[in-house]
């Protein structure tokens, strides 16, 4: 099992490829979970996550031998990354075995960064099969996402600096998949700081490692659709376990609700752009699961490379689900001034109608009837309750309005 001594010897490599990344003091996010709450932006990398830290610890490692010889490895995006990154640092060819669903911007960034790309399979275990397949065939080196000693360490150094950066950490919040973040970072803190606390985050989704715990041995399966597609691995590894087991505190599971909510709060209140697996730490605190009651707590936002269109549908559900936007549909009388006196009432209560659709076609409508359908602008739940009472006393019938399902669906986001 490797010791603090790993991690501080994989830096050297680490900063050929990696920088360190800044820990962020967050005056909104500490002051709504009543604690002091510091981000640790590696959703700042040049990649956008932690991933070319391990991979930069064990490509470094390679003989000159194997570095002819090329390597490759099996991601859904993140880690393809990292490799391609690292291999082009230390002079050697990078293939990399993506599932036919990653998103195109990790495709076109990992061959950006100089590696071949070949697409296969429909999930994260079927790439993996075939990089070690094609590993064997064609003689490079297959780099492991998470289960590996040396990527292990590499991650670690995300410790490293956690705790050179506040060493008076009380708590950590680490994003899970299988492993190998977490089990690099809370090794070094607990060399550094004995008495912080660490807490890994995984998505309900994919609870590979909860489960794992809970069994007493590396269970995996088939995780489920979920927002944090970076971690939505089947579990974790048989060097990862043992370290988790050893060092992590606990380890808490947050649903694509809270996952949502946590990439929307991210973006408005400290401007950080974070994937659903880099913002598993605040959906904790969202969530409640996690309670910081006053603590230093270090979150890791562990990467920020989200899909823009995917995006785009959290922040328009986020803002749904906080009451800030409101769609609602009307059936009106077909009559000069219907619509002017509605949308005057809506304007009297402090809504912003963003778009109208006025609908006079339908076997459900009567006979000089309309059916209105509005976006409107509303500032939260409760100003969305004043403003339907308002029209519900005003004689308006509301045939269907969001505000009743204001609620994330598992695997929606990607709809």
């Known amino acids: 099992m490797i010791g603090i001594e790993d991690v501080h010897k994989a830096t050297e490599a680490v900063y050929r490829v990696a920088q360190p990344t800044p820990l962020l003091h967050s005056a909104s996010l500490s002051e709504r979970f009543g604690g002091q709450i510091y981000l640790k932006a590696e959703c700042l990398q040049h990649t956008g996550s932690f991933k070319p830290r391990g991979a930069a610890a064990k490509i470094a490692s390679l003989t000159v031998a194997e570095l002819k010889r090329g390597v490759i490895t099996a991601s859904a995006g993140n880690h393809a990354q990292g490799v391609a990154v690292a291999a ?29 790309v070949i697409l296969h399979g429909a999930g994260f275990s079927e790439a993996v099969a075939k990089a070690q397949e094609l590993s064997k065939l064609g003689d490079a080196v297959f780099i492991p996402a998470y289960d590996d000693e040396k990527v292990i360490a590499g991650q670690g150094s995300v410790g490293l600096e956690i705790a050179a950066d506040l060493a008076g950490a009380e708590l950590v919040l680490v994003p899970v998949g299988g492993g190998g973040l977490i089990s690099g970072v809370a090794l070094a803190l ?7 606390k ?18 007493g041995r590396v269970t995996k399966a088939t995780p489920r659709p979920t927002l944090a597609d970076g971690v939505a691995v089947p579990g974790p590894g048989l060097k990862t376990l043992p370290l988790i087991r050893r060092y992590v505190d606990e380890i808490v599971t947050v649903e694509e609700e809270d996952i949502g909510q946590a990439v929307v709060l991210l973006l408005e209140r400290t401007r950080l752009v974070a994937e659903g697996a880099g913002a598993l730490g605040v959906a904790a605190l969202l969530s409640g699961k996690v309670e910081i009651q006053g603590r230093r707590t270090v979150v890791a936002v ?6 823009v269109n995917v995006l785009a549908s ?25 619509l002017a006196a509605l949308l005057s009432l809506i304007a009297s209560k402090g809504a912003n109608v963003l778009n109208v659709d006025h609908n006079r076609q339908g076997i459900h409508l009567p006979l000089r009837g309309v059916e209105v359908r509005l976006l409107l602008e509303t500032r939260d739940a409760a100003h969305i309750d004043e403003l339907t009472a308002a029209m519900v006393a005003a004689g308006y019938k509301l045939t269907h309005s969001s505000a009743t399902a204001r609620s994330f669906r598992p695997g929606g986001w990607l709809a």
């Open 88 to 116: 082009r640092a230390f002079g050697t060819l990078a293939t990399v075995v993506m599932p036919e669903q990653a998103t195109l911007a990790k495709i076109q960034a990992t061959r950006g960064y100089g590696a071949q």
């Open 190 to 196: 607990k060399a550094l700081i004995p008495e912080v």
């Open 198 to 215: 660490v807490i890994g985050v995984q998505a309900s989704a994919a609870p590979g490692v909860a489960n794992s715990l809970r069994r």
């Open 302 to 307: 562990s990467g920020g490379n989200i899909d």
């Open 314 to 338: 959290v922040v328009q559900h986020g803002l749904l689900h906080e009451g800030r936007y409101l769609t609602m549909v009307i059936d009106l009388d077909d009559k000069p001034g219907a």
